[in-house]
C-alpha cells in the first residue's frame, strides 16, 4: 500500500534513526542477557530490575513496580503531544533448542515441577528495541518537542499485566497519552515491518465448563450419567456453530484445549472438564459464538438428563486489537519512508495481546504493528518450496529465535519511527 505523505519530513525520520543509532555492542549484549535469562509472567523481577539499569542512563522520570514488575520512563522534551511505546518482557514455559550460544538454560523451580523457560515469544527483542529507541530519542531531543513515554509491561502471556498496570495506578505516574503503539515479533521476512488498520489482532476468552452427571460403576452404566459421554457430544457439537452458524465471511475459533473426565478404568465419574479457547475479530460474533457455546452445552446436557446445570466460568480475556485508522494513516506513511519495500500490508493475525487495555484505558487511539524475525533466505527457500508451515519456527516454539541484526534494526527503528511521527520538530 502506497500512501501520499509529506516526503521531506519524514526522510527527515530516516536520517534521525540513522545519525542516532543506538551504540550496537550495548544493545546486543542488552539483548543477550535478557534472552539468556527469562522469566515467567510474574516472576520477571531480574527482568524488570535489569531494565530499570538501563533507563538510569537516560534524562527520564522512571516509576516501578506498577501492577508487579512493570515500570514507566517519562522523557520530558517541551511543548507537545504525549506518545507512549509499550514492550512487554515476560518468558513462556518452553525449552530452547536453538543451539545459541546465548540460549537460555532457565529452569523455574517455584512450581510443583521444575520448568524450563524460555523467552519463546521474543517479547526480549522488544524490550531490547524499546531500550534502544529510549537511547536514540533521548540523545536526539533537540529534533522532537513533547513527552515519550516507554512503558516496560509483565504478564503478557497470562494477559494480565496491562490491565494490573491500569489498575495499579498507571494514569498517576505518567501524562495522559494522545497516542499508544505497540509491536510484536514474528515469522516473517526478517526486518519486514507490516501493519494495518483496524482489527489486527483477535479478541481471546477461555471457559472453563464443568459438566456435573452422576457417578456409578462401570458395570452400571444405566445408573449413571455419564459425563464423559456427554462431554464427547459437546466437543463434537461445538465444531458445528464455527461450520453452521457462524457466516462464512466472519471469523471464529473455537479450540477445546482441555478435556478431563474420570480417573480410574471401572468407574464411570460424576464430573467432567472442559475448557475452550475462543477467537474473534468483531464484538457481534463473539456474542453471537459465547451465546450458542452456552446454548450447545445446556442442550446436551438435557439431552443426557442431567440434573445438575453445567457452569460456565470465562477467564485470560483478551481485547480485541483494532488499530485507529487515523493513527495507521500517519505512521504508515512514515514507515513507508523509513523502510520502503519492507514496510507491507499486515494480515490479520489470529494471536491476542493485552495491548489494547493500554490506550483503551486513556481512550487514546493506537497502532500495533508486526516485524518479520525469519532469516531470509530460510524464508524464500520455505516460501519457492511451499513447505513455509512445516519448516519455518513460530511464535511459542523452542526454536523460535529472531535474526538478530534485521530485527533488532527494524523494531528500534520502527519504534523511534512511529514516535517521531508525532513529536519530530
Ligand atoms: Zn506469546
Ligand atoms: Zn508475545
Given at each position: 500500500m502506497l500512501l501520499t505523505s509529506n516526503s521531506s519530513s519524514e526522510s527527515h525520520i530516516a536520517s534521525l534513526i540513522a545519525a542516532f543509532a543506538p551504540d550496537p555492542d550495548w544493545q546486543r549484549d542488552l539483548y543477550r542477557k535478557l534472552h539468556a535469562n527469562p522469566e515467567l509472567s510474574g516472576k520477571e523481577i531480574e527482568t524488570a530490575r535489569m531494565i530499570a539499569r538501563e533507563l538510569g542512563r537516560f534524562n527520564a522520570e522512571v516509576t516501578t513496580?506498577?501492577?508487579?514488575?512493570g515500570m514507566v520512563a517519562v522523557f520530558r522534551n517541551g511543548p507537545g503531544p504525549t506518545v507512549l511505546m509499550r514492550a512487554d518482557f515476560d518468558g513462556l514455559p518452553v525449552k530452547e533448542e536453538s543451539g545459541l550460544e546465548w540460549a537460555s538454560h532457565k529452569i523455574d523451580y517455584s512450581g510443583q515441577t521444575p520448568t524450563p523457560v524460555m523467552h519463546a515469544c521474543g517479547h526480549d527483542m522488544h524490550t531490547t528495541a524499546l531500550l534502544g529507541a529510549c537511547q536514540v530519542l533521548d540523545s536526539a531531543r533537540e529534533h522532537w518537542s513533547g513527552t515519550f513515554i516507554a512503558l516496560f509491561q509483565p504478564s503478557e502471556e497470562n494477559g494480565a499485566g496491562a490491565a494490573r498496570m491500569v489498575a495499579d495506578g498507571l494514569a498517576e505516574a505518567i501524562p495522559k497519552p494522545d497516542v499508544c503503539f505497540g509491536q510484536h515479533v514474528i515469522?516473517?521476512?526478517?526486518?519486514q515491518v507490516s501493519s494495518m488498520p483496524g482489527a489486527a489482532l483477535a479478541s481471546c476468552d477461555s471457559i472453563e465448563i464443568v459438566l456435573t452427571g452422576q457417578s456409578a460403576h462401570?458395570?452400571?452404566?444405566?445408573?449413571a450419567i455419564d459425563p464423559t459421554f456427554l462431554a464427547a457430544m459437546i466437543v463434537i457439537r461445538l465444531q458445528g456453530i464455527v461450520g453452521r452458524e457462524i457466516p462464512p465471511h466472519e471469523f471464529a475459533v473455537v479450540s477445546v484445549g482441555t478435556l478431563e473426565s474420570g480417573n480410574s478404568n471401572n468407574t464411570i465419574p460424576g464430573q467432567a472438564r472442559i475448557v475452550l479457547n475462543c477467537r474473534t475479530y468483531n464484538e457481534e460474533i463473539k456474542a453471537q459464538l459465547y451465546a450458542a457455546i452456552e446454548r450447545v452445552v445446556r442442550g446436551e446436557c438435557k439431552a443426557s438428563g442431567t440434573t445438575v446445570d453445567p457452569t460456565f466460568r470465562y477467564f485470560a480475556h483478551g481485547p480485541l486489537t483494532d488499530n485507529t485508522p487515523e493513527v495507521f494513516r500517519r505512521v504508515r506513511a512514515t514507515f513507508d519512508q523509513v523502510f520502503?519495500?519492507?514496510s507491507t500490508d499486515a494480515t490479520r493475525w489470529t494471536a491476542s495481546e493485552d495491548f489494547a487495555n493500554l490506550p483503551e484505558a486513556f481512550g487514546a487511539p493506537y497502532l500495533f504493528w508486526t516485524v518479520g524475525v525469519t532469516p531470509r533466505e530460510q524464508w524464500d527457500k520455505a516460501l519457492a518450496e511451499g513447505n513455509v508451515a512445516e519448516t519455518i519456527p513460530v511464535n511459542?516454539?523452542?526454536?523460535?529465535v529472531p535474526d538478530y541484526e534485521p530485527t533488532v534494526h527494524a523494531t528500534t527503528s520502527a519504534a523511534v519511527a512511529a514516535v517521531l511521527t508525532y513529536l519530530r520538530k
Amino acid at each position: 500500500m502506497l500512501l501520499t505523505s509529506n516526503s521531506s519530513s519524514e526522510s527527515h525520520i530516516a536520517s534521525l534513526i540513522a545519525a542516532f543509532a543506538p551504540d550496537p555492542d550495548w544493545q546486543r549484549d542488552l539483548y543477550r542477557k535478557l534472552h539468556a535469562n527469562p522469566e515467567l509472567s510474574g516472576k520477571e523481577i531480574e527482568t524488570a530490575r535489569m531494565i530499570a539499569r538501563e533507563l538510569g542512563r537516560f534524562n527520564a522520570e522512571v516509576t516501578t513496580n506498577i501492577g508487579g514488575n512493570g515500570m514507566v520512563a517519562v522523557f520530558r522534551n517541551g511543548p507537545g503531544p504525549t506518545v507512549l511505546m509499550r514492550a512487554d518482557f515476560d518468558g513462556l514455559p518452553v525449552k530452547e533448542e536453538s543451539g545459541l550460544e546465548w540460549a537460555s538454560h532457565k529452569i523455574d523451580y517455584s512450581g510443583q515441577t521444575p520448568t524450563p523457560v524460555m523467552h519463546a515469544c521474543g517479547h526480549d527483542m522488544h524490550t531490547t528495541a524499546l531500550l534502544g529507541a529510549c537511547q536514540v530519542l533521548d540523545s536526539a531531543r533537540e529534533h522532537w518537542s513533547g513527552t515519550f513515554i516507554a512503558l516496560f509491561q509483565p504478564s503478557e502471556e497470562n494477559g494480565a499485566g496491562a490491565a494490573r498496570m491500569v489498575a495499579d495506578g498507571l494514569a498517576e505516574a505518567i501524562p495522559k497519552p494522545d497516542v499508544c503503539f505497540g509491536q510484536h515479533v514474528i515469522a516473517g521476512p526478517a526486518g519486514q515491518v507490516s501493519s494495518m488498520p483496524g482489527a489486527a489482532l483477535a479478541s481471546c476468552d477461555s471457559i472453563e465448563i464443568v459438566l456435573t452427571g452422576q457417578s456409578a460403576h462401570g458395570s452400571m452404566p444405566h445408573n449413571a450419567i455419564d459425563p464423559t459421554f456427554l462431554a464427547a457430544m459437546i466437543v463434537i457439537r461445538l465444531q458445528g456453530i464455527v461450520g453452521r452458524e457462524i457466516p462464512p465471511h466472519e471469523f471464529a475459533v473455537v479450540s477445546v484445549g482441555t478435556l478431563e473426565s474420570g480417573n480410574s478404568n471401572n468407574t464411570i465419574p460424576g464430573q467432567a472438564r472442559i475448557v475452550l479457547n475462543c477467537r474473534t475479530y468483531n464484538e457481534e460474533i463473539k456474542a453471537q459464538l459465547y451465546a450458542a457455546i452456552e446454548r450447545v452445552v445446556r442442550g446436551e446436557c438435557k439431552a443426557s438428563g442431567t440434573t445438575v446445570d453445567p457452569t460456565f466460568r470465562y477467564f485470560a480475556h483478551g481485547p480485541l486489537t483494532d488499530n485507529t485508522p487515523e493513527v495507521f494513516r500517519r505512521v504508515r506513511a512514515t514507515f513507508d519512508q523509513v523502510f520502503g519495500p519492507d514496510s507491507t500490508d499486515a494480515t490479520r493475525w489470529t494471536a491476542s495481546e493485552d495491548f489494547a487495555n493500554l490506550p483503551e484505558a486513556f481512550g487514546a487511539p493506537y497502532l500495533f504493528w508486526t516485524v518479520g524475525v525469519t532469516p531470509r533466505e530460510q524464508w524464500d527457500k520455505a516460501l519457492a518450496e511451499g513447505n513455509v508451515a512445516e519448516t519455518i519456527p513460530v511464535n511459542h516454539m523452542g526454536t523460535f529465535v529472531p535474526d538478530y541484526e534485521p530485527t533488532v534494526h527494524a523494531t528500534t527503528s520502527a519504534a523511534v519511527a512511529a514516535v517521531l511521527t508525532y513529536l519530530r520538530k
